[in-house]
Every structure is written in structure tokens, then in C-alpha cells.
Nanobody, 119 residues
């Protein structure tokens, strides 16, 4: 069993920055893919970024490339999402999830953290 807890959400003005954290506890596997999803009001959930606990490969949604950076601290079992140049359209609940691959129904989910970007 893996527990995921997000933090770092909040209200920020357009152009500002936030850093989200996802702390993983319980049974963790180096092969797991860690994924940040987001879901805006009235919209479907989408994959924002992904990273594994080992290796250098990352994935980003096109609309966040160059603005968001996903990273990890293996010693702390924590994944981060640094979000810069935030836009009102980035407003959403951001979820951390873990599984062996990106799926609609990831095996483990956090409860989410709300990011609100004001114009």
C-alpha cells in the first residue's frame, strides 16, 4: 500500500509561482511512475507531468512545457512540481498518483491540492 499526500496549493496571481509537493509513504517501488494530474471545474482530468523514482525521463503536458518542472527527492520519498509563469487556465485541483504506467485509473492517488490562479 502506498499513501500519497499533496501540499503546496494556494491562491496566486497570474505570472506567479507555486511548488507542489507529494510525499509518498508506505510501500514504495523504484519502478513506479509518479504522475501529477489536474482537474479544472467542468473539465476532464489530464496528465500534467510524470517522473520515475529512477532515471532522467520526464513527461510534460504541452501547455506546461517550459513553465512547470517535475522533480524528485528519493531520500525524502517526495515528488515536486515547480510551477512558474502561472496562468488562470492552470487553475485546478492537482493530484499526485502512482502506478507502473500512466492510466486513467492509477493505482494510488492523493486527495489533491487546489491551485487557484487569479487574473
Amino acid at each position: 500500500q502506498v499513501q500519497l499526500e499533496e501540499s503546496g496549493g494556494g491562491l496566486v496571481q497570474a505570472g506567479g509561482s507555486l511548488r507542489l509537493s507529494c510525499a509518498a509513504s508506505g510501500r514504495t517501488f523504484s519502478s513506479y511512475l509518479m504522475v501529477w494530474f489536474r482537474q479544472a471545474p467542468g473539465k476532464e482530468r489530464e496528465v500534467v507531468a510524470a517522473i520515475r523514482w529512477s532515471g532522467d525521463n520526464t513527461y510534460y503536458l504541452d501547455s506546461v512545457k517550459g513553465r512547470f518542472t517535475i522533480s524528485r527527492d528519493n531520500a525524502k520519498n517526495t515528488i515536486y512540481l515547480q510551477m512558474n509563469s502561472l496562468k488562470p487556465e492552470d487553475t485546478a485541483i492537482y493530484y499526485c498518483a502512482a502506478d507502473n504506467a500512466i492510466r486513467t485509473n492509477m493505482k494510488y492517488w492523493g486527495k489533491g491540492t487546489l491551485v487557484t490562479v487569479s487574473s
